[in-house]
């Protein structure tokens, strides 16, 4: 210990600088802060820039409640008047059977990915198909459906049809975040479960899906967000109706993206151009809805306090 | 409860890797096993074949015998699943179920096998958290979620949920590598009063624990990297810590290696 202490060299009495920073450094430290900055700045500015407008074009034929109760019909270009109820109730009811039928394939498949085919030939064969699927044209999947469901079947065009062209969009969507969603759960919790006795089956319904509820739902959201949105489908599979028509199965449907593009082609009158904007409006108001809902929903299924 | 393992020829594999060869051993009912030994030499890769938990890796196999009393685990027809309800386990880091409350943690085991009595959970949770010396701290927030205790709670969690399935066997996987010193103490007191009811084996990087908590110590190492890890010496806890018979175990115990 003593020869230690000898030996331990003596404080050389000389100040570091440890105050300030080097001049070149500062000035890209500065640099840096403010193209970020800036670059924030430029990617708000056409966000608050649509929102601003279509809510200042928009907003008045919200108050009226005649807005959410009535259809189109014969309200012609010229004329003040109608509603959007045709339109909401089309897209709603294409939407909802479209994740009806896409949610649970999509959700299936990124447990097989995930928790059974991990590594195998037909998992990577899946996740091939799927990267595919996600780059497909909205266009493509319709004229697909009309291939298919109108010149092979020889059914008409209907809502359905719709839906179903919906499914090959949303699907890789929600796959591909549930798929992300289930990864994230530790395998520490799996072999916790497994531990216990839980079959693997069990492991994954009561708890890897409910770690993962959160994020499957939002996944769910933006799938939902992305195909409400699409007008390709509408157009080539089922039209539209001013009318109110409920069924999908039967004949033209109003969809809230078709409804402006219907009176996109007289912008210059104000009735239409009215029109356009509170339909475009509705729409960015029904996503925020459903958006809404989905947190509430995760919120209420994650904390169980009971 | 509390049955005998007896481990004869054992060779673990991840692929082609040979991880651990050929071990032998017995573990006593109602007794603490330690297992010691540097990293990497397959001490807790040979533990989660005692409950077939190494299969869950891809590709990972075993030959050899586990017999678990008169029963080999690795026989045909054996259920992994019902091997795991029997052989419980803890591990290195507390991994509490993040979407169930204290309650429902514990009741888990139960629950997800179809249990549904509510007084019989009841009853349940409330001796495995007494068991597993966590009562008092939560008896009144059982149903808040179970990733909001310390992590020292969190372990006494996962040990009260791994009893409340009531397994022959509990297997712990260096339980305390991840916790400060009291609360590694109230673990060890607890293993203490574990056996109890149950078997007990416990990997551990610490040498002081294997010798306050273990009635039989086993010592694993491995010849070099890359080769297989093996099972040196076992023995009394005692003598394997005051006078072992091989030298590489004394070498270890005296911190001249490892």
């Known amino acids: ?306 | 409860m509390a049955k005998r393992i007896e481990v004869s020829g054992l060779n673990v594999y991840y692929g082609d890797f040979k991880a651990v060869e050929d071990v032998s051993m017995t573990i006593e009912p109602r007794s603490v096993t330690a297992f010691i030994g540097p990293s990497g030499c397959g001490k807790s890769t040979y533990l989660r074949t005692l409950n077939r938990m190494h299969e869950v890796i891809p590709g990972a196999r075993v030959e050899g015998k586990v017999m678990l009393d008169q029963q080999d685990l690795y026989a045909s027809g054996i259920d992994p699943v019902a091997v795991r309800r029997v052989v419980g386990m803890v591990f290195q880091r507390p991994n509490p179920f993040p979407t169930m409350s204290i309650f429902d943690n514990v009741a888990s085991g139960l629950k997800l096998n179809g249990v549904k009595d509510k007084k019989k959970l009841t009853e349940v949770v409330e001796a495995s958290l007494k068991g597993a010396n966590l009562w008092n701290e939560v008896k009144d927030r059982l149903e808040k979620p179970g990733s909001g205790l310390s992590g020292g709670q969190q372990q006494r969690l996962c040990i009260a949920r791994a009893i409340a399935v009531e397994p022959e066997v509990i297997l712990m996987d260096e339980p305390c590598s991840a916790l400060d010193p009291i609360s590694t103490l109230a673990i060890e007191d607890l293993i203490e009063k574990l056996k109890d009811k149950f078997t007990v084996v416990i990997v551990t990087h610490n040498m002081q624990q294997a010798a306050r908590v273990s009635d039989q110590t086993a010592f694993f190492n491995l010849a070099a990297t890359g080769k297989p890890g093996r099972l040196i010496e076992m023995g009394p806890t005692k003598q394997i810590f005051s006078n072992p018979n091989e030298k590489a175990t004394e070498d270890y115990i005296t911190g001249r290696f490892g």
């Open chain 1, 1 to 306: 210990m003593t020869t230690l202490a000898a030996n331990k060299p003596a404080y050389d009495g000389k100040t570091l600088d440890l105050t300030g920073k080097s001049g070149a450094r500062a000035f890209k430290n500065t640099l840096a802060t403010v193209l970020i900055v800036l670059c924030f700045l430029v990617a708000l500015v056409p966000l608050l820039w649509i929102l601003w407008t279509v809510i200042s074009k928009g907003y008045h034929l919200l108050l009226d409640p005649n807005w959410w109760s009535q259809s189109q019909r014969g309200v012609t270009v010229r004329r003040v008047g109608g509603g959007a109820y045709h339109a909401i109730m089309g897209t709603l009811i294409m939407a909802l059977i479209c994740a009806a039928i896409a949610v649970p394939i999509a959700i299936l498949g990124a447990i097989y990915l995930v928790e059974y085919g991990k590594g195998t030939k037909a998992a990577k064969v899946v996740s091939f198909m799927i990267d595919i699927l996600t780059g497909v044209p909205s266009i493509v999947a319709a004229l697909f459906i009309y291939a298919v469901w109108i010149t092979v079947f020889g059914f008409n065009r209907v809502g359905f049809a719709v839906s179903l062209s919906l499914v090959l969009l949303m699907l890789p969507v929600v796959l591909r975040s549930t798929e992300e969603m289930l990864k994230l759960v530790p395998d520490e919790l799996r072999e916790a479960s497994y531990a216990l006795g839980v079959p693997k089956w069990k492991t994954i319904l009561k708890v890897v899906v409910p770690t993962a509820f959160g994020g499957i739902i939002t996944g769910v959201m933006l799938g939902l967000a992305r195909v409400m949105g699409e007008t390709a489908p509408l157009l080539i599979l089922v039209g539209y109706s001013k009318n109110i028509n409920l069924n999908p199965f039967e004949g033209f449907m109003g969809a809230l993206p078709t409804m402006i593009n219907q009176d996109r082609t007289e912008l210059a009158l104000q009735p239409a151009a009215d029109r356009v904007w509170a339909a475009a409006l509705t729409l960015i108001l029904l996503v925020l809805l459903l958006n809404l809902l989905a947190r509430v929903i995760a919120r209420f299924s994650t904390i169980k306090s009971k």
